[in-house]
Nanobody, 127 residues
Framework: VQLVESGGGSVQPGGSLRLSCAVS????????MAWFRQIPGHDREAVAA???????????SVKGRFTISRDGSPDNARNTLYLQMNSVKPEDTAMYYC??????????????????WGQGTQVTVSS
């Protein structure tokens, strides 16, 4: 299983950014996927998640601004996970990670339940 993030960078407050996570060697019909973020000295926090049936969940801090989505067919071993970030704020600054795992819905925001992680991509929001 391989996860490779891209799309991070610097953006001004109020701007937009789209993160991508290229997925290989597993099908999302069996794996939940999520975006987490982390700033130094803090725990990794869930931003958004998508279950095997396409159901999504968002942290309150990003609800209405961020959108998680994926493309590819459920049984295709190569897919892409996205995080569209709109109306970004300075507090969105963090390292963003995509994750995949066989995770139950009620644990979908629990980082410890995921056993596949990307290397991370930095997002910096400042004027």
């Amino acid at each position: 299983v391989q996860l490779v993030e891209s799309g991070g960078g610097s953006v001004q407050p109020g701007g937009s950014l789209r993160l991508s996570c290229a997925v290989s060697s597993f099908t999302y019909s069996n794996f939940a996927m999520a975006w987490f973020r982390q700033i130094p000295g803090h725990d990794r926090e869930a931003v958004a998640a998508i279950d095997t049936d396409g159901t999504t969940k968002y942290a309150d801090s990003v609800k209405g601004r961020f959108t998680i989505s994926r493309d590819g067919s459920p049984d295709n071993a190569r897919n892409t996970l996205y995080l569209q970030m709109n109306s970004v704020k300075p507090e969105d600054t963090a390292m963003y990670y995509c994750a995949a795992g066989r995770v139950s819905w009620w644990l979908i925001f629990s980082a410890s339940e995921y056993n596949h992680w990307g290397q991370g991509t930095q997002v910096t929001v400042s004027s």
